[in-house]
């Protein structure tokens, strides 16, 4: 069976899509599927593709078409995350902000989630602030997860969370951030409750903040 998460690993490595459209299938038509695994080669694979972008290799283009393909895997997948997850214990509301469509690592972040047992409600990319508004008051979630990749988008974050706070719904929940463009300090200076510096650290922190539920 390793054999598989190895063939999954290496199709998006490759941003083999037609492979990737067998693999889907396949992995949800496996018994036995490991989601940990499972989780891990589809992280191991996009860092790489990550990497082949940063170094000139692979096109913005490239990351928009592997990012859609592993979106479009996470969908798919959902019932392995729900069976593996004993019990759903809270919502996380995720989304890259508005002005970035870069979504690669919240994807990961959403399926690590998943897997965790989160429902999560996944705003995708170029998410408003008003978007974000709308959907903690439709979700009442207890998480709420921002992206920014750009430097020229960061400033959203924190324009979100003020548009929360006006909205009364800012200490309803935690707020996590990520990507690139910020860090700790820049989390703290903002007001969010945490910073992850990559997707393996998503899950710990938000179990942390949430008091290790």
């Known amino acids: ?70 979106s479009e895997a996470v969908e798919k997948w959902k019932p392995l995350f729900e ?39 996944d705003l995708g990319a170029d998410v408003t602030p008003e978007k974000f508004v709308e959907a903690v008051k439709e979700n009442k979630p207890a998480i709420v997860g921002m992206s920014a990749l750009l430097s020229t988008t960061r400033d959203n974050i924190k324009k979100t969370i003020d548009a929360l706070t006006e909205e009364n719904l800012r200490d309803s929940v935690k707020i996590i951030i990520g990507g690139a463009a910020v860090d700790g300090e820049f989390a703290k200076a903002v007001g969010a409750d945490g910073y992850a510096a990559n997707a393996a650290e998503a899950v710990p922190l938000v179990n942390e903040l949430l008091g290790g539920s």
Do not use: C, W
């Open 1 to 70: 069976m390793d054999d598989l998460y190895q063939e999954l690993q290496e199709a998006i490595i490759k941003i083999d899509t037609e492979k990737l459209e067998t693999l889907k299938d396949k992995i949800l038509e496996t018994p036995d599927i490991d989601v940990d695994k499972l989780v891990e080669s589809v992280r191991a694979g996009l860092e790489e593709v990550g990497s082949k972008f940063e170094s000139g290799e692979y096109y913005l283009a490239e990351l928009i078409l592997i990012g859609t393909e592993i």
């Open 83 to 121: 069976k593996e997850a004993k019990e759903k214990m809270k919502t996380a509301v995720i989304g890259t902000v508005e002005g970035d469509i870069h979504d690669i690592g919240k994807n990961i972040v959403g399926m690590m989630l998943t897997s965790g047992g989160f429902e999560v409600i």
